[in-house]
């Protein structure tokens, strides 16, 4: 079928960036109000300085610059590229090859400590799988399973016993998976059906799947390569000497235990039944399927016993007594996982904005003067579809180095001695938190710009754009479960929103559901006041907004306050709607929760959008004032803040933060922006230095991109 | 890799439908001023009468109720399903294996005018292609290249000599390809760079590609099965006596000329070269793939001459004296082509949204009280994703059986004689136009909405919705493109807003780009009375409205004037700020037309917006007060206005049309609307009567529905 190709349009509807104001009113609003709005920052130079993408690639690399220089020119190789159109089985081990290939370089090492065989370099080791995701989410996901879900939950939830398989994990000696995932339950780990009961007449645990509702499903490894299994399931241990009150039929709760899956020849184990998923909506190349245990006995040391055991005559221990708090410490291996997924999402959004601004830059498109079409970057509405989600990806990448910095320094903690994950400190629970709470929220962030901007950029290269060879389909295919997997964003978000609401409004005790809901907020500043202080940087300009009253919507700290105040309204009601369920009985108290679950989604992006922000005003503090990079980060700075204001333009009118000149203001400065960011372009993309290999699709080296 | 799956988000951001106003405001509204919001239509019984689908679905039906029958069962068969990865080449076979039972149906037939072997039945036979939109994209594209593109260029641009192809076409015997879009111009047919020059001395066409640019790329039907294409190309003839000023460097436009590019043994033809897209982002059984031309002869009779003819001598002549009238007049041949495609993304989009809400009523989530988890339905949060989407694709199928239904009665009037498509009277002519905007704007809102409602339903399926077999994945890529081939999206909208502010201005004579800008239009109110009037049944809603002055926001009247003030206002501000261009020098007028790309592509979102809704009041004029059918369509239509209204807040309030009382009370009771259609889930999608075989996925009928 014939395709007309090369999209031009600004925005699904047209009215992300609406135009509904016109030129006409834009004029009006600076002549009337020019204290009001801000004159903005002056147009860039036309010709863009390529000395510029160097310094904001600095500020990008942040912490690990050199672990990316390194891992960069190992991964500027066309054999990283994704595989497009194998069959699966091929698919499936070209990626296993892929996975040896970056076993050979160490990479791995970095996730497990010294003691183990690893390097104990968690956070160059994350840094390095972010940088995978520029070249493959296939190869990403299969060592996340591996080595991340699998080998992490050996390492963390295992005890001395286990630590001999550590290195043969690390070598791809042996594979494995981390069957957590029931049919029946998918973010509901609390309540997953496989038993492991405890045999004490032989010594063993037997590994069940009650029903189909308990099968293990979407688990990595499982279909093709995994011989063994971290299965979580309910502990069970009879009656004992010690243990004379616990009732056989009750849980002592989730528990991991280790379970054979393959024999040396790869066949099933006897009693575990192996399903494969096929293909899915992308990464072909990982092998997900299901297991089914029936009956499956296991040695009692199979059990992963740091945070829970159980002895030969079957009597259960745990360093942890609130067995709520235990759960949540075991699940706090997950925090890796979702880390890596919201980098590697980072990663391949900003090489898709890469393939689509360079298309942008070299193809030139008609309805432009007669023999002189114009590059599609010089059409206004193709500046407004890209460039402020190109500022976005710089947020997120800020804000994704700032959590894999914070993981490593508590990782460094852990190992030497000064974190006891089993019994941390108060103040050491408040950090895990709140790292739980940002990594949810980089995740979400993440993942949902990835699928949008993915999308976006296949649209802006037209027909270019679905020709598996340019990579974006393929980006966008295996980047779309994403939003789903490590954590479902919708989960993810409202555990931000409940975080911001309940944990320091209270305190640690209580996590449960429920008690996370009957929370008792009386004074919302209180919250605010409490949690994680902002940057200094960042704390400066808000307070030069409250002593000048600034009103300049170019200006970082009004920026930043009418942020603030987008989270703390946000915050504000909710919490007045939500007091009441604490007087409820349950189901009242859920049906009340539930109908403020979007409040409480609402809540949660603020809070992101919040973060973004401040991570870019904060990296925007440490440059030189006058200076080339910092006259345009300034430019992107502004964009993402505008951009997102823009976004909620209804919310800032009805709550009279803004009215309409103001926001017809903003929108004109988004115009602005993007016409003085365009020929910069190339610049802004450069500073992502994603290796040539990765993205030098054929429709870039295509005479087709410039017809003349 | 483990999966959390089961995603229960409102929207990407929780903003959609943001959730900013508490319910204290909502009560507060309804308190303060009752009579200015409106009290809203009752809820509906919280058990669903199976017996509503049926009366929905003749609704929905409309004028082609037989067919669909016919066609529905014919396609309850799960042979017609997607098949899941095939290698390439057994997936194109597979696809041309569907083509030829549909042949053997008769439908195709219905394209082609009974005097070349067809029956006429255009309406029935595109209401057939788009309900193979429920089954198989690939079907439908391959269809739409061999026997709406090929099979009519060649019967609307050629003449009695070139019809005995069409027995051939129809049966398959003759595959074929449409080669207009070439490398260096997507959009930009006018200026493809592909010629075909006469050659009096051996009274043929030499067909050449002059360089990379103007290969032709994406074509259907060319890397696999097409044995001659319809190659669109510059027309070139030599000076000759009647014709001595011609310079033979110039060319007459763009004509179309059957080139032979495989031999009977599949082989290319010498001096054609032919290339294989491979894989794209879906569609893997299209053969899409390039064509060049190296100097290859055609004898002149290949030339589709209806339009533009060349005699042995070299002369050209054409019935049609507007060199620019006559290039419209052609390329009317896609608009069937534009029709289909929106159509079978309609199509894609109800089967998709069947899936997610059959998931959504029976998948049950936690969350909920323990041991009472809820279906997913059951969160309002999950609503507010899935059923304002609900409520656009009803519009969008009634919108699209106008078109079609519109589309046959004039190819009946052509058939009949008293329609000459080169010679149209002043009426046909304004009459085409309108059928023109109308197709566009239909195909683009429905690939739009097809994109992104496919994403929305995949993510609410969570882990399932990623599986391949649940068919969402496979309906998201292959309709990815749709927004893309048959005139982008981007062109599409913006031809939308430009026919709103020139055609009813000016008039026909001059259909140039520059002359669409710059247009004179003094009266805006001049050009809205001028556009095809609005149903009798929706002008006497909007009188009421106008005479009481109300203000009721449920109140369908009031519904149709709030969009259209967002129409009207967008075109009358656009006006203005190009009523300059006009006096401008080119470069100038191009500058500021492209600043104002944006502001045109909104006023075409706010024509179709306000074409929907009139669809939807129109439609629920003709069903009786008090029926259960008319309250269930009442609150579909006013979940659609309102979800419309409130994706356009921040513009209402800053035009000073609504006020942020309002807009929050537009909030509140899009929140009643998915509360009270809720459990009638299950009857509005079964009102789209798909095919039991094509959405009868594995997840719908797994125990891991219901885990209980």
């Known amino acids: 079928m014939d395709t007309t190709d090369d999209a031009i349009r600004p925005s699904k509807h047209g009215d992300d960036v609406a135009v509904n104001g016109t030129d006409e009113d834009k004029t009006k609003d600076k002549k009337d109000k020019p204290d009001t709005v801000g004159k903005g920052p002056a147009k860039l130079p036309a010709t863009a300085d390529p000395a510029v993408a160097k310094e904001l690639q600095k500020i990008l690399d942040g912490a690990y610059a050199e672990e990316r220089e390194r891992v960069r020119a190992m991964l500027d190789d066309e054999f990283f590229r994704p595989q497009i159109g194998l069959p699966l089985d091929e698919a499936r081990d070209s990626i296993l090859d892929r996975l040896e290939r970056l076993r050979d370089t160490g990479m791995p090492k970095g996730v497990f400590s010294k003691a183990h065989g690893g390097t104990g370099e968690l956070g160059a080791a994350l840094t390095g799988m972010e940088l995978v995701g520029h070249a493959d989410l296939g190869m990403m996901v299969k060592s996340g399973v591996q080595w991340g879900l699998f080998g992490g939950a050996v390492e963390a939830l295992g005890s001395e016993r286990h630590m001999h398989l550590v290195p043969r994990i690390i070598d791809l000696d042996l594979l494995g998976c981390f069957a957590m995932t029931e049919r029946g339950h998918g973010s509901d780990v609390q309540n997953l059906e496989t038993t492991a009961t405890y045999d004490a007449e032989t010594d063993e645990f037997v590994v069940h799947s009650p029903g189909l509702s308990a099968e293990k499903t979407y688990i990595g490894n499982a279909a093709r390569h995994g011989r063994m299994a971290a299965v979580f399931a309910q502990l069970h241990t009879p009656g004992s000497a010690t243990d004379a009150n616990h009732d056989?039929?009750?849980?002592?709760?989730?528990?991991?235990?280790?379970?054979?899956?393959?024999?040396?020849?790869?066949?099933?184990?006897?009693?575990?039944?192996?399903?494969?998923?096929?293909?899915k909506g992308g990464l072909p190349g990982v092998d997900n399927g299901t297991l089914m245990f029936d009956n499956v006995r296991v040695p009692r040391e199979n059990l992963l016993n740091r945070f829970g055991d159980v002895d030969e005559r079957g009597n259960y221990s745990s360093p942890i007594e609130s067995r709520n708090r235990r759960f949540f410490t075991m699940l706090g291996t997950l925090i890796r996982g979702r880390v890596?997924?919201?980098?590697?999402?980072?990663?391949?959004t900003r090489s898709s904005l890469t393939i689509a601004l360079r298309?942008?830059?070299?193809?030139?498109q008609f309805e432009g003067v007669p023999d002189q079409e114009k590059r599609l970057i010089e059409h206004r509405s193709h500046r407004l579809r890209l460039l402020p989600r190109l500022s976005r990806s710089y947020a997120l990448a800020l804000l994704q180095n700032q959590i894999i910095e914070r993981l490593d320094a508590q990782e460094k903690l852990i190992a030497a001695g000064e974190w006891d994950v089993a019994e941390p400190t108060d103040e050491q629970q408040w950090k895990q938190r709140e790292t739980e709470s940002r990594a949810a929220a980089v995740k979400a962030a993440a993942?949902?710009?990835?699928?949008d901007t993915i999308q976006e950029c296949r649209e802006a290269c037209g027909g270019a754009g679905y020709m598996a060879e340019n990579l974006l389909t393929v980006f966008k295919d295996d980047s779309d479960v994403f939003t789903t997997f490590e954590g479902d964003n919708t989960v993810l978000i409202q555990m931000v929103g409940k975080e911001l609401i309940t944990a320091y409004a209270r305190g640690l005790s209580d996590l449960d559901p429920m008690g996370m809901l009957r929370f008792g907020v009386?004074?919302?500043?209180?919250?605010?006041?409490?949690?994680?202080?902002?940057?200094?940087?960042?704390?400066?300009?808000?307070d030069r907004v409250t002593d000048r009253e600034e009103t300049d919507i170019f200006d970082a700290g009004y920026q930043v306050k009418l942020f603030g105040d987008r989270e703390s309204s946000l915050l504000k009601s909710l919490a007045r709607r939500l007091s009441g369920a604490k007087k409820m009985d349950v189901e009242d108290a859920v049906e009340a929760v539930d109908a403020a679950q979007d409040h409480l989604i609402a809540c949660g992006w603020a809070r992101v959008d919040s973060m973004l922000l401040e991570a870019l005003v904060e990296a925007e503090a440490s440059l030189d004032d006058g200076s080339p990079v910092k006259d345009v980060f300034e430019q992107v700075r502004t964009l993402f803040a505008l951009s997102t204001i823009n976004a909620h333009s209804g919310w800032y009118q009805e709550q009279n933060v803004l009215n309409g000149q103001r926001t017809k203001a903003v929108r004109a400065a988004i115009n602005d922006l993007v016409d003085s960011l365009g020929p910069w372009a190339d610049v802004l993309v450069d500073a992502f230095a994603i290796p040539d290999a990765l993205v030098a699709v054929p429709m870039l080296d295509d005479a087709g991109v410039d017809p003349r």
Do not use: F
């Open 522 to 542: 009386e004074n919302v500043g209180d919250i605010l006041r409490r949690r994680t202080p902002i940057a200094r940087s960042v704390q400066s300009l808000m």
């Open 447 to 451: 993942t949902r710009h990835a699928t």
């Open 248 to 279: 056989p039929a009750e849980s002592h709760g989730v528990h991991c235990i280790l379970v054979p899956i393959r024999d040396e020849d790869g066949n099933p184990m006897p009693g575990v039944t192996i399903g494969d998923h096929g293909y």
């Open 359 to 364: 298309y942008a830059t070299r193809r030139r």
């Open 340 to 348: 890596s997924v919201g980098a590697a999402a980072g990663a391949a």
